[in-house]
Protein backbone atom coordinates (compact mmCIF):
# COMPACT_ATOMS: atom_id res chain seq x y z
CA UNK A 1 0.00 0.00 0.00
CA UNK A 2 1.32 3.55 -0.51
CA UNK A 3 0.24 5.44 2.16
CA UNK A 4 -3.19 6.48 4.12
CA UNK A 5 -5.22 7.44 1.57
CA UNK A 6 -9.48 6.83 1.99
CA UNK A 7 -9.89 3.29 0.48
CA UNK A 8 -10.36 1.39 -2.58
CA UNK A 9 -11.06 -1.23 -4.37
CA UNK A 10 -11.78 -1.55 -8.56
CA UNK A 11 -11.32 -4.17 -11.24
CA UNK A 12 -11.45 -4.06 -14.87
CA UNK A 13 -9.43 -4.24 -18.93
CA UNK A 14 -7.77 -4.92 -23.66
CA UNK A 15 -5.01 -7.18 -26.31
CA UNK A 16 -5.20 -9.86 -28.74
CA UNK A 17 -2.94 -12.83 -30.73
CA UNK A 18 -3.47 -14.79 -33.90
CA UNK A 19 -2.21 -17.72 -34.94
CA UNK A 20 0.12 -18.63 -38.15
CA UNK A 21 0.37 -21.62 -39.62
CA UNK A 22 -1.64 -24.11 -42.16
CA UNK A 23 -0.34 -26.81 -45.08
CA UNK A 24 -0.23 -27.39 -49.04
CA UNK A 25 -1.37 -30.11 -51.03
CA UNK A 26 0.96 -31.44 -53.88
CA UNK A 27 0.80 -30.31 -56.86
CA UNK A 28 -1.35 -32.50 -59.33
CA UNK A 29 -0.95 -30.53 -63.19
CA UNK A 30 -0.13 -32.79 -65.95
CA UNK A 31 1.95 -34.87 -64.58
CA UNK A 32 4.58 -31.94 -64.11
CA UNK A 33 3.46 -31.49 -60.47
CA UNK A 34 5.90 -32.28 -57.82
CA UNK A 35 4.88 -34.86 -55.53
CA UNK A 36 6.48 -34.41 -51.74
CA UNK A 37 7.38 -37.10 -49.32
CA UNK A 38 4.46 -37.49 -46.43
CA UNK A 39 7.67 -37.03 -44.49
CA UNK A 40 8.12 -33.41 -45.63
CA UNK A 41 5.24 -32.47 -45.65
CA UNK A 42 4.46 -33.72 -41.86
CA UNK A 43 7.48 -31.70 -41.04
CA UNK A 44 5.88 -28.64 -42.85
CA UNK A 45 2.78 -28.67 -41.29
CA UNK A 46 4.40 -29.27 -37.85
CA UNK A 47 6.67 -25.92 -38.55
CA UNK A 48 3.49 -24.11 -39.76
CA UNK A 49 1.71 -25.00 -36.43
CA UNK A 50 3.50 -22.78 -34.07
CA UNK A 51 1.59 -20.00 -33.01
CA UNK A 52 3.58 -16.13 -33.22
CA UNK A 53 2.11 -13.70 -30.71
CA UNK A 54 0.32 -10.46 -32.37
CA UNK A 55 1.56 -7.03 -32.45
CA UNK A 56 -1.25 -5.30 -30.78
CA UNK A 57 -2.47 -1.37 -31.94
CA UNK A 58 -4.05 0.77 -29.33
CA UNK A 59 -7.40 2.33 -30.31
CA UNK A 60 -9.28 4.76 -27.95
CA UNK A 61 -12.91 3.92 -27.67
CA UNK A 62 -14.46 6.10 -24.87
CA UNK A 63 -13.40 7.71 -21.68
CA UNK A 64 -14.47 6.79 -17.82
CA UNK A 65 -16.52 9.52 -16.13
CA UNK A 66 -13.50 10.19 -14.22
CA UNK A 67 -9.97 9.50 -14.18
CA UNK A 68 -9.07 6.26 -11.94
CA UNK A 69 -5.91 3.83 -11.11
CA UNK A 70 -5.00 1.04 -9.53
CA UNK A 71 -8.73 -0.72 -9.17
CA UNK A 72 -9.38 -4.33 -8.19
CA UNK A 73 -10.84 -5.90 -11.62
CA UNK A 74 -12.68 -8.90 -13.61
CA UNK A 75 -13.67 -9.66 -16.83
CA UNK A 76 -17.21 -10.81 -17.12
CA UNK A 77 -16.78 -12.17 -20.70
CA UNK A 78 -17.84 -11.08 -23.96
CA UNK A 79 -15.83 -7.27 -23.66
CA UNK A 80 -17.92 -7.04 -19.95
CA UNK A 81 -16.03 -5.90 -17.12
CA UNK A 82 -16.21 -4.97 -13.56
CA UNK A 83 -14.07 -2.08 -12.40
CA UNK A 84 -14.42 -1.80 -8.36
CA UNK A 85 -12.37 1.23 -5.87
CA UNK A 86 -9.11 2.55 -6.91
CA UNK A 87 -7.31 5.71 -6.52
CA UNK A 88 -8.72 8.74 -8.23
CA UNK A 89 -6.74 11.84 -10.24
CA UNK A 90 -6.10 13.46 -6.32
CA UNK A 91 -4.59 9.95 -5.15
CA UNK A 92 -7.36 9.43 -3.23
CA UNK A 93 -9.26 6.00 -2.37
CA UNK A 94 -12.94 5.63 -4.36
CA UNK A 95 -15.80 3.85 -3.74
CA UNK A 96 -17.37 3.72 -7.03
CA UNK A 97 -18.22 0.08 -8.31
CA UNK A 98 -18.60 0.36 -12.09
CA UNK A 99 -19.71 -2.59 -14.79
CA UNK A 100 -18.87 -1.41 -18.74
CA UNK A 101 -18.55 -3.55 -21.82
CA UNK A 102 -16.63 -1.87 -25.41
CA UNK A 103 -19.60 1.43 -25.57
CA UNK A 104 -19.86 1.97 -21.95
CA UNK A 105 -19.67 2.04 -18.14
CA UNK A 106 -21.92 3.24 -15.69
CA UNK A 107 -21.53 3.23 -11.61
CA UNK A 108 -23.73 0.29 -10.48
CA UNK A 109 -23.00 0.50 -6.84
CA UNK A 110 -21.09 1.74 -3.56
CA UNK A 111 -18.85 0.24 -1.18
CA UNK A 112 -19.24 0.43 2.24
CA UNK A 113 -15.34 2.04 2.78
CA UNK A 114 -13.35 3.12 -0.14
CA UNK A 115 -10.12 1.19 -1.22
CA UNK A 116 -7.26 0.80 -3.32
CA UNK A 117 -4.83 -1.99 -4.14
CA UNK A 118 -7.24 -5.09 -4.18
CA UNK A 119 -7.81 -7.41 -7.48
CA UNK A 120 -10.49 -9.52 -8.10
CA UNK A 121 -11.69 -12.83 -9.94
CA UNK A 122 -14.83 -13.80 -11.20
CA UNK A 123 -16.39 -17.13 -9.54
CA UNK A 124 -19.75 -18.71 -10.37
CA UNK A 125 -21.05 -15.09 -11.93
CA UNK A 126 -19.89 -13.09 -8.66
CA UNK A 127 -16.91 -10.84 -8.28
CA UNK A 128 -14.81 -11.74 -5.49
CA UNK A 129 -12.43 -9.60 -3.74
CA UNK A 130 -9.41 -9.62 -1.73
CA UNK A 131 -7.65 -7.22 0.77
CA UNK A 132 -6.93 -3.71 -0.36
CA UNK A 133 -6.00 -0.57 1.75
CA UNK A 134 -7.77 2.38 2.94
CA UNK A 135 -6.16 4.30 5.89
CA UNK A 136 -4.42 0.24 6.65
CA UNK A 137 -4.51 -3.16 5.02
CA UNK A 138 -7.49 -4.87 4.99
CA UNK A 139 -8.02 -8.42 5.54
CA UNK A 140 -11.95 -8.73 4.15
CA UNK A 141 -13.05 -10.84 1.09
CA UNK A 142 -16.08 -9.49 -0.17
CA UNK A 143 -18.35 -10.50 -3.65
CA UNK A 144 -20.29 -8.62 -5.85
CA UNK A 145 -23.42 -9.87 -7.95
CA UNK A 146 -23.44 -7.74 -11.10
CA UNK A 147 -27.10 -9.08 -11.56
CA UNK A 148 -28.31 -8.03 -8.20
CA UNK A 149 -25.62 -5.64 -7.85
CA UNK A 150 -24.82 -7.18 -3.88
CA UNK A 151 -22.19 -6.85 -1.98
CA UNK A 152 -21.40 -8.87 0.74
CA UNK A 153 -18.24 -10.00 3.29
CA UNK A 154 -18.13 -13.58 2.66
CA UNK A 155 -14.47 -14.12 4.35
CA UNK A 156 -10.94 -12.63 5.39
CA UNK A 157 -7.34 -12.95 4.50
CA UNK A 158 -4.98 -14.88 7.15
CA UNK A 159 -3.70 -11.40 7.46
CA UNK A 160 -4.39 -8.06 6.57
CA UNK A 161 -3.12 -6.95 2.61
CA UNK A 162 -3.16 -4.73 -0.02
CA UNK A 163 -1.07 -4.67 -3.30
CA UNK A 164 -1.98 -8.30 -4.03
CA UNK A 165 -2.07 -10.00 -7.62
CA UNK A 166 -4.94 -12.49 -8.41
CA UNK A 167 -6.22 -14.54 -11.40
CA UNK A 168 -8.49 -17.76 -11.06
CA UNK A 169 -8.48 -21.22 -12.43
CA UNK A 170 -12.00 -23.24 -12.92
CA UNK A 171 -13.89 -22.00 -9.25
CA UNK A 172 -10.73 -21.36 -7.42
CA UNK A 173 -8.90 -17.46 -7.06
CA UNK A 174 -5.64 -17.71 -6.05
CA UNK A 175 -4.35 -14.48 -4.38
CA UNK A 176 -0.30 -13.68 -5.30
CA UNK A 177 2.15 -12.01 -3.14
CA UNK A 178 0.79 -8.69 -1.46
CA UNK A 179 1.80 -6.60 1.55
CA UNK A 180 0.86 -6.77 5.28
CA UNK A 181 2.15 -3.16 6.00
CA UNK A 182 5.64 -4.66 7.27
CA UNK A 183 6.44 -7.38 4.93
CA UNK A 184 6.40 -8.29 1.42
CA UNK A 185 4.45 -11.59 0.91
CA UNK A 186 5.63 -14.80 -0.59
CA UNK A 187 2.42 -16.69 -0.38
CA UNK A 188 0.32 -18.45 -3.11
CA UNK A 189 -3.47 -18.33 -1.57
CA UNK A 190 -6.55 -20.58 -3.07
CA UNK A 191 -9.89 -19.44 -2.05
CA UNK A 192 -13.09 -21.34 -3.54
CA UNK A 193 -16.86 -20.01 -2.53
CA UNK A 194 -18.60 -21.21 0.16
CA UNK A 195 -14.75 -21.16 2.14
CA UNK A 196 -14.24 -18.60 4.83
CA UNK A 197 -10.52 -18.65 4.31
CA UNK A 198 -8.20 -19.06 1.67
CA UNK A 199 -5.45 -21.93 2.25
CA UNK A 200 -2.06 -21.59 1.21
CA UNK A 201 -1.20 -23.63 -1.78
CA UNK A 202 2.29 -22.16 -2.81
CA UNK A 203 5.15 -20.64 -1.45
CA UNK A 204 7.46 -17.97 -4.07
CA UNK A 205 10.74 -17.83 -3.98
CA UNK A 206 11.06 -13.90 -3.18
CA UNK A 207 8.19 -11.57 -1.78
CA UNK A 208 6.34 -10.03 -4.07
CA UNK A 209 4.32 -6.86 -4.32
CA UNK A 210 2.18 -5.39 -7.53
CA UNK A 211 3.51 -8.76 -9.51
CA UNK A 212 1.28 -9.11 -12.85
CA UNK A 213 -0.65 -12.57 -13.13
CA UNK A 214 -2.68 -14.90 -15.08
CA UNK A 215 -3.80 -18.27 -15.79
CA UNK A 216 -3.58 -19.86 -18.89
CA UNK A 217 -2.45 -23.44 -19.63
CA UNK A 218 -4.03 -24.56 -16.69
CA UNK A 219 -1.29 -22.77 -14.21
CA UNK A 220 -0.72 -19.21 -13.55
CA UNK A 221 1.77 -17.09 -15.02
CA UNK A 222 3.38 -14.03 -12.82
CA UNK A 223 5.50 -11.64 -14.20
CA UNK A 224 7.71 -8.65 -12.78
CA UNK A 225 6.54 -7.12 -9.61
CA UNK A 226 8.30 -5.42 -6.46
CA UNK A 227 10.20 -7.79 -4.03
CA UNK A 228 11.82 -6.21 -1.06
CA UNK A 229 14.71 -4.42 -2.87
CA UNK A 230 13.60 -3.45 -6.49
CA UNK A 231 11.44 -4.05 -9.27
CA UNK A 232 11.87 -7.79 -10.71
CA UNK A 233 12.30 -9.49 -14.08
CA UNK A 234 11.81 -13.14 -13.15
CA UNK A 235 9.00 -14.76 -14.61
CA UNK A 236 7.64 -17.20 -12.48
CA UNK A 237 4.83 -20.62 -13.33
CA UNK A 238 3.01 -21.79 -10.70
CA UNK A 239 1.26 -25.64 -11.00
CA UNK A 240 -2.17 -25.90 -8.88
CA UNK A 241 -1.82 -29.63 -8.84
CA UNK A 242 1.77 -29.84 -7.68
CA UNK A 243 2.05 -26.55 -5.59
CA UNK A 244 5.16 -25.74 -7.44
CA UNK A 245 6.41 -22.47 -8.23
CA UNK A 246 9.33 -22.67 -11.28
CA UNK A 247 10.85 -19.95 -12.61
CA UNK A 248 10.53 -20.23 -16.67
CA UNK A 249 12.06 -16.82 -18.06
CA UNK A 250 13.22 -13.44 -17.77
CA UNK A 251 11.75 -9.97 -18.66
CA UNK A 252 14.27 -7.82 -20.57
CA UNK A 253 13.83 -5.19 -18.39
CA UNK A 254 11.98 -4.79 -14.44
CA UNK A 255 8.96 -4.28 -14.85
CA UNK A 256 6.33 -3.70 -11.63
CA UNK A 257 2.84 -2.56 -11.46
CA UNK A 258 2.02 -4.01 -15.07
CA UNK A 259 -0.80 -6.02 -16.26
CA UNK A 260 -1.00 -9.32 -17.52
CA UNK A 261 -4.22 -11.02 -19.56
CA UNK A 262 -4.05 -14.20 -21.67
CA UNK A 263 -5.15 -14.03 -25.24
CA UNK A 264 -4.25 -17.63 -27.14
CA UNK A 265 -1.01 -19.34 -26.60
CA UNK A 266 0.51 -16.02 -25.20
CA UNK A 267 0.20 -13.92 -21.90
CA UNK A 268 0.19 -10.05 -22.94
CA UNK A 269 2.22 -8.04 -20.26
CA UNK A 270 1.05 -4.63 -20.88
CA UNK A 271 2.84 -1.13 -19.64
CA UNK A 272 3.90 -1.06 -15.82
CA UNK A 273 7.03 0.20 -14.59
CA UNK A 274 10.45 0.40 -13.38
CA UNK A 275 11.25 1.25 -10.00
CA UNK A 276 10.89 5.11 -10.26
CA UNK A 277 7.29 6.53 -9.50
CA UNK A 278 7.61 7.91 -13.05
CA UNK A 279 9.41 5.39 -14.72
CA UNK A 280 6.34 3.97 -16.72
CA UNK A 281 6.71 1.91 -19.77
CA UNK A 282 4.67 2.08 -23.20
CA UNK A 283 6.09 -1.42 -24.12
CA UNK A 284 3.98 -4.61 -24.78
CA UNK A 285 5.26 -7.83 -24.76
CA UNK A 286 3.94 -11.56 -25.49
CA UNK A 287 5.03 -14.15 -22.99
CA UNK A 288 5.01 -18.24 -24.02
CA UNK A 289 3.61 -19.46 -20.53
CA UNK A 290 5.28 -23.06 -21.37
CA UNK A 291 8.98 -21.22 -22.10
CA UNK A 292 8.94 -18.10 -20.78
CA UNK A 293 10.08 -16.45 -24.19
CA UNK A 294 9.36 -12.99 -24.11
CA UNK A 295 9.02 -11.24 -27.71
CA UNK A 296 7.71 -7.45 -28.55
CA UNK A 297 3.90 -7.46 -29.32
CA UNK A 298 4.01 -3.83 -29.78
CA UNK A 299 3.70 -0.20 -28.04
CA UNK A 300 1.38 2.26 -26.21
CA UNK A 301 0.91 5.91 -26.80
CA UNK A 302 2.34 7.00 -23.66
CA UNK A 303 3.98 4.95 -20.83
CA UNK A 304 0.95 3.25 -18.43
CA UNK A 305 1.12 1.92 -14.93
CA UNK A 306 -1.57 0.51 -12.41
CA UNK A 307 -4.83 0.11 -15.73
CA UNK A 308 -7.09 -2.70 -15.67
CA UNK A 309 -6.86 -5.13 -18.31
CA UNK A 310 -9.73 -8.07 -19.75
CA UNK A 311 -9.89 -10.05 -22.25
CA UNK A 312 -12.14 -9.34 -25.05
CA UNK A 313 -12.23 -12.01 -27.72
CA UNK A 314 -8.81 -11.58 -30.07
CA UNK A 315 -8.47 -8.26 -28.35
CA UNK A 316 -7.55 -6.91 -24.61
CA UNK A 317 -9.63 -3.89 -23.20
CA UNK A 318 -6.99 -1.57 -21.43
CA UNK A 319 -8.78 1.04 -18.68
CA UNK A 320 -7.07 3.86 -16.83
CA UNK A 321 -3.97 3.89 -15.01
CA UNK A 322 -0.95 5.98 -14.10
CA UNK A 323 1.32 8.35 -16.99
CA UNK A 324 4.51 9.26 -16.43
CA UNK A 325 3.33 12.72 -16.19
CA UNK A 326 1.69 11.81 -12.49
CA UNK A 327 -1.27 12.02 -14.92
CA UNK A 328 -4.59 9.17 -14.07
CA UNK A 329 -5.96 8.17 -17.27
CA UNK A 330 -9.63 7.82 -18.08
CA UNK A 331 -9.36 6.02 -21.05
CA UNK A 332 -10.98 2.34 -21.88
CA UNK A 333 -9.12 1.75 -25.39
CA UNK A 334 -9.05 -1.78 -27.27
CA UNK A 335 -5.28 -3.59 -27.90
CA UNK A 336 -6.30 -5.79 -30.90
CA UNK A 337 -4.70 -6.84 -34.00
CA UNK A 338 -3.18 -4.33 -36.70
CA UNK A 339 -5.00 -4.08 -39.83
Not at 7 to 29: K, R, Y
Not at 65 to 89: M, T
Not at 224 to 239: E, K, L, M, Q, V
Amino acid sequence: MRRPVPVLVALAAAAALAGCGGSAAAGTGGGTGHRRSASHERRRIRAGAVAHPTVLRYRRLYGLPAPLRDPAYASQGRGRFVLIGGLSASDTSTSEVYAGDTRHVAQVATLGIAQHDAQAALLGGKVYVFGGGSFSELDHIFSFDPVSRVLATVGSLPVAQSDVAVSSIGNTAYVVGGYDGVNWRNTILAYRPGETAPKTVGTLPVGLRYAAVAAIGGRVLIAGGSTPTAASRAIFSFDPSSGRVTRVGTLPQPVTHGELAPLGQFAYLVGGRGNGTSSQTARIFAIAPRTGKVTAAGRLPVGLSDAALVPEGRSLLLIGGLEPSGTVSDSVAELGPAA
